[in-house]
Nanobody, 117 residues
Framework: QVQLVESGGGLVQPGGSLRLSCVAS????????MGWYRQGPGKQRDLVAT???????NVPDSLRGRFTISRDDAKMAVYLQMNNLQPEDTAVYYC???????????WGQGTQVIVSS
């Protein structure tokens, strides 16, 4: 099992940027895919971005170009750079890790992002 702790959320104005961080502990050696999901008010949890150890990324077309995922295995961390944030990006952002694509995985506690003027 992997424990995940997110940070970097907060309040930002439309057009602004945030960088989320997620640091893992525990059985990180077996982690293959890490990523981010988000859940807006009254919405389901949706994919934001995932990144495998082979550097294969999966980012929805609607977010590509604004959101960039990266990972640092030496630091057991994954990051999400979010640019040109809009009010519709307001959500709780959850870090995720799993030992394979499509596998059940572990989740962080979430970090709140609010985009508002």
């Amino acid at each position: 099992q992997v424990q995940l702790v997110e940070s970097g959320g907060g309040l930002v104005q439309p057009g602004g940027s945030l960088r989320l961080s997620c640091v893992a502990s525990g059985d990180y050696f077996y982690t293959y895919v890490m990523g981010w999901y988000r859940q807006g008010p009254g919405k389901q949890r949706d994919l934001v971005a995932t990144l495998t150890r082979h550097n294969n990324t999966n980012v929805p077309d609607s977010l590509r170009g604004r959101f960039t995922i990266s990972r640092d295995d030496a630091k057991m961390a994954v990051y999400l750079q979010m640019n040109n944030l809009q009010p519709e990006d307001t959500a709780v952002y959850y870090c995720f890790s799993a030992v394979c694509l499509g596998c059940e995985g572990d989740w962080g506690q979430g970090t709140q992002v609010i985009v508002s003027s």
